[in-house]
Each structure stands twice: as structure tokens, then as C-alpha cells.
């Protein structure tokens, strides 16, 4: 690919009716703030531009976006049946022993009763022994804290699938 070129699915992404890029840009993020506000900055010339924005609507997201964003992903060690994308960002857990998908479990209820909500990371590349660790270290953290860790690994999420749904081919 040139520099002048753009990727296939940005380019598509730019051009395809509104109600079918929000879809695009629902399955990227739940949240439906978020998606309007990718939405209404569209044509993007880059990749790069497109996940600028991506992380300017995450930071702006509220309270109830922030959740809405949240309860589009499934728990870390069940990844949601069918969806290639829960399956491959969650790789790390697929050849984990019984005692830590066991162990995972206890730790997601664990997390979800303190906070009322799934535990958030970015398990792209993670092993399951590190989506462990860093869960059994959050689980610590004040709410205030752990919002502020969601966010964040919310926009690692959300940059890497919009990386992905700008660079797919036709």
C-alpha cells in the first residue's frame, strides 16, 4: 500500500450509509454515544485520524456510555459464542487449565458483585495467567480507580478493533 492509498475498509467505513457504518461502529464499541460521535466526524483520510477519534469519543464518554460500552463484552475465559472477534481477542485463555478457568470465574463474580460490572482488559496477546494477575490486582482498587483503568483498556479495545475494521478487505 502507498501513502496515498487508503486502507479498503476505511474506505468503505467512509462511504457506507449511516445506518450500516453505526452497525460497523456498534460492533467496535456498544456504546451508542461513542459510535455517533465516529459517525458524525466521518469521511476519516487515515487510520490514524479514525482511531483519534475513537479515543476522543471514549474519553468523553459518561457514566452510562461507560457501562453500555462495558456490557458489549463478555467475561474474560467465556467468550461470547459465535463471535470470532470475543474468540480471538481472548486467545490467552483458550488452552488454560481447568484450575484457572475455574479460578477466572470466581475472580470475574468476584469483580462484577464489588464493582457491578465485567471485568474490562485488553486480553489482546495477554496469557490467561496474566488476565489473572491483573485481575486479582484491580480487584483491590477503589471504584475511582478502576473506572479510570476501564477507560483506558476500553480504548486499547476499541483502537485495535478499529485498526482491524479499516485495514479488512472487501
Given amino acids: 500500500m502507498t501513502s496515498h492509498s487508503m486502507p479498503p475498509g476505511l474506505a468503505r467505513l467512509n462511504d457506507l450509509p449511516e445506518p ?19 459517525l458524525a466526524a466521518r469521511p476519516y ?10 479515543d476522543a469519543a471514549t474519553a468523553q ?10 456490557a458489549g463484552h463478555p467475561p474474560i475465559g467465556r467468550p461470547r459464542p459465535g463471535d470470532p472477534a470475543s474468540a480471538r481477542e481472548q486467545r490467552g485463555m483458550a488452552g488454560a487449565s481447568a484450575e484457572l478457568r475455574d479460578r477466572m470465574l470466581e475472580l470475574n463474580l468476584a469483580y462484577q458483585e464489588k464493582f457491578g460490572h465485567v471485568f474490562l482488559i485488553c486480553a489482546t496477546g495477554r496469557t490467561g495467567e496474566q488476565m489473572r494477575e491483573a485481575i486479582e490486582e484491580r480487584i483491590g482498587n477503589s471504584p475511582e480507580r478502576e473506572r479510570e483503568i476501564v477507560r483506558a483498556e476500553l480504548g486499547k479495545i476499541n483502537r485495535i478493533r478499529l485498526t482491524r ?3 479488512e478487505e472487501a
Wanted: proline fraction near 0%.
Fill in 20 to 38: 450500516a457504518a453505526r452497525a460497523a461502529l456498534l460492533e467496535v464499541c456498544a456504546a451508542t454515544a461513542w459510535a455517533g460521535r465516529l
Fill in 165 to 167: 475494521l479499516a485495514e
Fill in 45 to 54: 483520510a487515515t487510520v490514524d485520524d479514525l482511531c483519534a477519534a475513537g
Fill in 61 to 70: 464518554l459518561d457514566t452510562a456510555g461507560l457501562e453500555e460500552a462495558m
